[in-house]
């Protein structure tokens, strides 16, 4: 099984984000764009000996739906151990590429995709030669 391993925080204005989650939830932030090469802040929800899962924030890349148009909200991650199959059953399946296999590098491949509802979600297989 696959278990959800990060989530993203999409925003108009990343840093009144990044306030907003530090004031309410005392989250910390840090600066990951030398890995992804734009604007990403990685989110540290609480220390690594309890429960949950850390995130990442970043400039929207889409228009906000307007009000009444359907869920804007957090994009989770999958964690998986084979890329490429998982991305074969997610198409055999009735999914579509959202944004394609790219690597993060030195830690990992990433890429999103489209459920067959229109809901986007990612999957994320750790590699340390990812390039």
Known sequence: MSRVVH????????????SFYAAVFDWSFADFGEVTGST???????PEDEPGING????????TPG????ANAFVCTMGVGDYDETERRILAAGGQVA???MALTGMAWQGYYLDTEGNTFGIHQPDTSAA
């Open 99 to 101: 944004m394609p296999k």
């Open 67 to 70: 009000a009444g148009l359907g």
């Open 56 to 63: 990442g924030l970043l400039q929207r890349p889409a228009p």
């Open 7 to 18: 989530f993203e925080i999409h925003a108009d204005d990343v840093e009144r984000a990044k």
């Open 40 to 46: 990403y802040w990685g989110i540290t929800t609480g």
